[in-house]
């Protein structure tokens, strides 16, 4: 961004101290305007301005103190889902699963050399209590199986004689089916109850579902025909016995062996393992990691535990941090260069502090103006600062130089105060543009950079040239 940013303009300074000049003067005018209503109505507010310029110092320092009160209490909004459009299905996929308390579909990762070494992390990970749940080949492959494959032998032997021989159903047999629903929603019924009494929630929850289907099942087989009942009902119990049945085949044709890596379906393997051998652990969190504190706990947990661990929550956590540390140092290196330069160019200390106090003031006014409503800084809105920097500092130069040439501190009607106006709006206007965009963090960037500008603008036109009259008055040299 820097690189195609400063490459512009340096190209189009480059065109306009070229060509600009060739082309004013290939179509310049022979003579000036004359001066219009709007230039005498600016002249005249900048005139009463000026009048008491001790008036419009002390009403900008004191909405200056204002905005500095406010805007210690600006935030930073570090959830990345906060930036993205609104009603996008992704983000709103991931919102039900946080309120079901279902698993994230972000994770921390962990790579493991050998087997025993993946057991041995899957069991300290998952007693974490950021720790929802720990998903690893480990959990696949039963610990301690020899004296497991004794009980595989017996129930091998056991299954292998059992099979199913279905009669036809009975239009009978539904009238036992719904004597049998009855008695269980009686005893649902009494379950519930009893848990209700002794305030059991969560046994409640379970058998209040349980009722209500039982119910709607047994009015739902009196609504039908007996004939078409037992058909049903036979049907049901022909799949319900044949896929028990497939079961029990399973269980007869299951290894009378110790389990290893190469039995795990490959599907899962494929996920689970690595071309080279190596095991992956994924870990996911208990809480809502988009937030920082539990994103932060829970980067702080799993590295105790897994110093090597990677994954979405460790490279979200680097790289908000990283951007709003980067962008808070661009903006402090771009005013400290901008101010050596302008140190450099105007030779005067004076000079230099009014030249950037619409900076100054300016993103003052913008950070309380952002607490005022409601906006918080994230990791798109964060790139105003440098921005600021760059865009505010014209207004000054503009404007102290304008001073120097003719030692008038009245600005609006002349052509500085024309181009200043002129070119703060067109920016406000060129970042309102964003405001209509989907992305939200793009619409942030937009409107805090319209009140940044905003800002800018009018401690140009108010406090500095109150600064220059104080000056003029005093007979101090800027």
Not at 119 to 126: A, G, I, T
Not at 245 to 268: G, I, S
Not at 424 to 445: K, P, Y
Request: with cysteine.
């Amino acid at each position: 961004l820097g690189v195609i940013a400063g490459g512009g303009m340096l190209l189009a300074t480059g065109a306009m101290l070229v060509l600009l000049p060739s082309l004013i003067m290939a179509v310049r005018r022979r003579r000036e305007p004359t001066p219009t209503l709007a230039k005498a109505q600016a002249s005249a507010a900048e005139a009463f301005l000026l009048r008491h310029p001790h008036v419009t110092v002390t009403v900008g320092v004191a909405f200056t103190i204002a905005a500095l009160w406010l805007g210690w209490r600006v935030e930073f909004d570090y959830n990345v889902l906060n930036l993205q459009s609104r009603g996008l299905e992704s983000v709103d996929t991931e919102l039900r699963l946080l309120r079901a308390d279902a698993e994230s579909t972000i994770y921390a990762a962990v790579v493991s050399d050998s087997l025993p070494e993946t057991r041995q992390l899957h069991h300290r990970l998952e007693k974490l209590p950021v720790v929802a749940s720990v998903h690893s080949i480990a959990e696949l492959i039963p610990e301690e199986q020899e004296p497991k494959v004794e009980i595989i032998r017996e129930i091998r032997k056991r299954v292998g004689d059992v099979k199913f021989e279905l009669v036809p159903f009975q239009t009978d047999d539904v009238t036992s089916v719904q004597r049998a629903l009855g008695s269980l929603r009686v005893r649902a019924s009494q379950l519930e109850r009893e848990a209700r009494d002794r305030h059991d929630a969560s046994a409640e929850k379970v058998f209040k579902p349980l009722v209500e289907t039982v119910q709607t099942t047994r009015d739902k087989i009196a609504a039908m025909d007996p004939a078409a009942a037992a058909r049903a009902l036979g049907e049901y119990e022909r799949r319900f016995f044949t896929d028990l049945q497939v079961q029990l085949q399973l269980l007869e044709h299951q290894a009378d062996r110790p389990m290893t890596v190469a039995d795990v379906p490959p599907d899962l393997r494929r996920v689970l393992v690595g071309k080279t051998g190596k095991f992956l652990i994924r870990v996911f969190p208990r809480e809502n990691i988009w937030e920082r504190e539990p994103l932060e706990e829970f980067v702080r947990e799993v590295h105790n535990c897994a110093p090597k661990a990677t994954g979405t929550p460790m490279g979200l956590y680097e790289f908000v941090d990283i951007l709003q540390k980067g962008y808070i140092k661009a903006a402090i290196w771009a005013f400290f260069v901008i101010a050596i330069m302008v140190l450099v160019d105007l030779r005067g200390v004076f000079a230099t502090i009014l030249t950037l106090l619409p900076i100054v003031v300016g993103m003052i006014w913008m950070i309380g103006a952002m607490v005022m409503f409601g906006i918080k800084f994230n990791p798109a809105n964060i790139l105003t600062l440098p921005l600021m920097v760059g865009i505010g500092v014209a207004y000054g130069i503009y404007i102290v130089r304008r001073y120097r040439e003719d030692g008038e501190p009245t600005i609006w009607a002349k052509s500085t105060g024309r181009a200043v106006m002129l070119s703060a709006l067109t920016s406000i206007i060129a970042f309102a543009s964003l405001l209509i965009g989907a992305h939200r963090g793009i619409g942030s960037l937009g409107l805090v950079m319209c009140l940044g500008t905003g800002g800018c603008l009018i401690a140009s036109l108010t406090i500095v040239p109150a600064l220059l009259e104080f000056a003029r008055r005093k007979g101090w040299k800027v």
